[in-house]
Nanobody, 124 residues
Framework: VQLQAYGGGLVQAGGSLRLSCEAS????????MAWFRQAPGKERAFVAA????????YYSASVKGRFSISKDNAENTVYLQMNNLKPEDTAVYYC??????????????????WGQGTLVTVSS
């Protein structure tokens, strides 16, 4: 599967953005999906994940309650709704996917397919 992430941009602290990750292929509904981010000078880190069925979601502690991940199988798209953004949310955001069973949804090694990243900048 090929992934195309978009929706990043510049936003003031307290604002909102919605990231989208569109997947190619007809088997999207079987894919577990996730978002990771990489801030300047830091390693890539887990943000959120959703099981292929959409029944289970996972969040990092830093975004829980502010971000929401969802999956639209009809549109072959996974979304990351980001509210109450903070300057520390500034990063390149990557979507990831895998159709194998994901045992550790917060681990980037669980995902074989990655999008190109979209930059989110939050100004104070």
């Amino acid at each position: 599967v090929q992934l195309q992430a978009y929706g990043g941009g510049l936003v003031q602290a307290g604002g909102s953005l919605r990231l989208s990750c569109e997947a190619s292929g007809r088997t999207f509904r079987s894919y577990n999906m996730a978002w990771f981010r990489q801030a300047p000078g830091k390693e890539r880190a887990f943000v959120a994940a959703i099981r292929w069925s959409g029944g289970n979601t996972y969040y990092s502690a830093s975004v829980k309650g502010r971000f929401s991940i969802s999956k639209d199988n009809a549109e072959n798209t996974v979304y990351l709704q980001m509210n109450n953004l903070k300057p520390e949310d500034t990063a390149v955001y990557y979507c990831a996917a895998d159709d194998r069973p994901v045992l550790r949804p917060r681990e980037e090694t669980e995902y074989r397919n990655w999008g190109q990243g979209t930059l989110v900048t939050v100004s104070s």
